[in-house]
């Protein structure tokens, strides 16, 4: 039998591609990837238009587990199958268990996660359940969840894959090479939502590091704008939030692991972390979907959402370049998706009922 055929010009995934980057990866760590990385940026001409200025969206969604999870997670599990561990666990308010349990089935380890109890929308769940973890839902909040995680790891000898990981955080610095590499440059203004903070604390790492690497170069560094939901937003008010509230679960996060990162991006980059309004989620969310054809979960618009709330206070930059972290897919919760929009009424399987229906 003949062997198959070797694929040419695949993108190879994220520690092929930038291994020599990615500090505290053991050398002899295995290529754990989906491919995942390489993830479009997508121009959004009707937001840039609206606020005067070029827009432009890194859709993280269409990573293999439809989140920007997978950047970190597959460094994560290489490092933990290159120290011999045969499980991995993590807390999640769905997006990490969807990526924990895929890449655990990946590398042919055990995964076990642990949710907040009915918080977790049901697309992540089925991801999480499908790649086969232990899925333990608890009676608390995803902070609590997480020092059980933390408290587990530490008692059994598990590798925690959280984004308090550092190889976390390194396989997620990498969208911003992927921007500079994109855009010949890094963008006047980097906005993404903040949960747990650790995007916006690796994204800012990648930017410091790129620019390092190119001497200097002829272009600054961004301003990092985070946006957190306003019944979720420890770091805008500067205390705990003990009961977090939003549509948004992927940032319903009271406590976040990764405070300080998210404070050192904001204030080295001279950039801001505001509070957005569930409203003003959805309303980000519907156009996006509606007027650029971009389907993104909740939570990924709450970026957008501060991005149009900035612009009509005035506070954007004219002719500024924005990028806008997209973290999830729509797919990733279709019921908020649904609870948007009126189903349509079936008609007669007839002709002049469908004309009429479209107002032909």
């Avoid at 939901?229 to 205390?239: D, E, L, S």
Wanted: contains cysteine.
């Amino acid at each position: 039998m003949s062997s198959a055929p070797r694929v040419l010009n695949q993108w190879p995934g994220v520690i092929a591609e930038f291994r020599p980057f990615l500090a505290g990866l053991s050398e002899n760590a295995a290529n754990v990837t989906l491919q995942e990385g390489n993830t479009p940026l997508i121009a959004l001409p009707r937001v840039g238009e609206a606020i005067g200025a070029s827009v432009y969206a890194k859709f993280e969604g269409l990573n293999p587990t439809g989140s920007f999870k997978d950047r970190g997670m597959c460094v994560a599990v290489a490092q933990a199958l290159a120290q011999g561990s045969q499980a991995v666990v993590c807390a999640s308010t769905g997006n990490t268990a969807a990526s924990a349990a895929a890449y655990a089935a990946r590398a042919g380890v055990r995964c076990g996660v642990i949710l907040p109890e009915g918080q977790v929308a049901l697309g992540k769940l089925s991801q999480a359940l499908i790649h086969g973890a232990t899925v333990i839902p608890v009676r608390a909040n995803f902070d609590v969840a997480l020092l059980l995680a933390r408290q587990l790891a530490d008692q059994a000898g598990l590798v925690l894959v959280n984004s308090v990981n550092p190889l976390r955080i390194q396989g997620q610095k990498t969208v911003a090479f992927e921007v500079v590499s994109a855009l010949g440059r890094a963008p006047d203004i980097h906005c993404l939502p903040v949960g747990n903070a650790g995007n916006i604390t690796a994204a800012w790492l990648g930017y410091r590091e790129m620019r390092a690497r190119s001497g200097g170069g002829s272009w600054a560094l961004p301003q990092m704008w985070g946006a957190q939901a306003a019944g979720a937003a420890p770091i805008v008010t500067g205390h705990v939030v003990d009961a977090p509230e939003t549509i948004a679960s992927a940032i319903r996060i009271g406590n976040p692991a990764s405070w300080a990162g998210a404070v050192s991006a904001r204030d080295e980059s001279g950039g801001t972390i505001e509070a957005v309004t569930d409203d003003e989620i959805l309303s980000a969310y519907r156009y996006l979907a509606a007027e650029e054809g971009v389907f993104c979960e909740p939570a990924s618009a709450a970026g957008v959402a501060l991005l149009m709330k900035k612009a009509h206070l005035g506070e954007v930059p004219a002719d500024c370049t924005v990028v806008v972290t997209l973290t999830g897919h729509g797919l990733k919760d279709p019921d908020r998706a649904i609870a948007q929009v009126e189903l349509p009424s079936p008609v007669d399987p007839s002709l002049d009922a469908v004309a009429a229906r479209l107002g032909l």
